[in-house]
C-alpha cells in the first residue's frame, strides 16, 4: 500500500469511510510537531543539568557523578528518538498538505471544465460563424458610411473641375498682362532729366577724321 494510501485509510473499512479530513489530519500532526519540540526543550535542558552534576561532584563523589552521566545518556537517547520522530512527523505533514492541495487544485479545475461545458452547450459553431460574419459585414458597412459622410458635399451643385481650372489661368493671365502694361506703359514711367552740364565738345581732329570717312563713304556708294 502507497504511502498517501496508508494516510486516507484507502481499502475500505472505517478509516475510509469515517476518517478525518486531510486538514484535520494535518492541524493534528502540527499540534504533535509542536507538543515534541517543547519535549526536546526540556531533554535539552535536562542534558545540561546532569552534565553540570557530573563535574561538579567529579572525583569527589564518582558513584553521584556517574549517576549523572547515565542520566545524561538516557535523555540524549530520548532527545535523538524525537529528533526521529519529528523529522516523520514532518515529511507526513508535508505529504498531507500536498496532497490537499492537490485535491483542491483537482476539485476547482473539474468545477471550471463544467463551467465552460455549461457556457459552450449553448453555443453552435455554424451560429458563431454567422455571428461573426455578420460583424465583419456591419463593420464594413459602417467604414462605407464613414466614408461617405466624410466626403465634401456641394449641397445639389456640381461644378467641372477642368472649367473652373480653366477659367482661373484665364484671370491669372489678364492679372499679369496688366501688371505688364503698368511696367511698360509711358505715363507709369518717369523718363530721365536732362542734364544741365554741357558736355564737352569732341576735338577738331576727331571731327575731321569723321569727315573724311563720311567723304570716303559717300565717293564708295556713287561709283557702284
Do not use: C
Not at 557523578?65 to 519529528?86: F, H, M, P, S, V
Not at 445639389?156 to 501688371?179: S, T, V, Y
Amino acid at each position: 500500500m502507497s504511502v498517501f494510501g496508508k494516510l486516507f485509510g484507502a481499502g475500505g473499512g472505517k478509516a475510509g469511510k469515517g476518517g478525518p479530513t486531510p486538514q484535520e489530519a494535518i492541524q493534528r500532526l502540527r499540534d504533535t510537531e509542536e507538543m515534541l519540540s517543547k519535549k526536546q526543550e526540556f531533554l535539552e535542558k535536562k542534558i545540561e543539568q546532569e552534565l553540570t552534576a557530573a563535574k561538579k561532584h567529579g572525583t569527589k563523589n564518582k558513584r553521584a557523578a556517574l549517576q549523572a552521566l547515565k542520566r545524561k545518556k538516557r535523555y540524549e537517547k530520548q532527545l535523538a528518538q524525537i529528533d526521529g520522530t519529528l523529522s516523520t512527523i514532518e515529511f507526513q505533514r508535508e505529504a498531507l498538505e500536498n496532497a490537499n492541495t492537490n485535491t483542491e487544485v483537482l476539485k476547482n479545475m473539474g468545477y471550471a471544465a463544467k463551467a465552460m461545458k455549461a457556457a459552450h452547450d449553448n453555443m453552435d459553431i455554424d451560429k458563431v460563424d454567422e455571428l461573426m460574419q455578420d460583424i465583419a459585414d456591419q463593420q464594413e458597412l459602417a467604414e462605407e458610411i464613414s466614408t461617405a459622410i466624410s466626403k465634401p458635399v456641394g449641397f445639389g451643385e456640381e461644378f467641372d473641375e477642368d472649367e473652373l481650372m480653366a477659367e482661373l489661368e484665364e484671370l491669372e493671365q489678364e492679372e499679369l498682362d496688366k501688371n505688364l502694361l503698368e511696367i511698360s506703359g509711358p505715363e507709369t514711367v518717369p523718363l530721365p532729366n536732362v542734364p544741365s552740364i554741357a558736355l564737352p565738345s569732341k576735338p577738331a581732329k576727331k571731327k575731321e577724321e569723321e569727315d573724311d570717312d563720311m567723304k570716303e563713304l559717300e565717293n564708295w556708294a556713287g561709283s557702284i
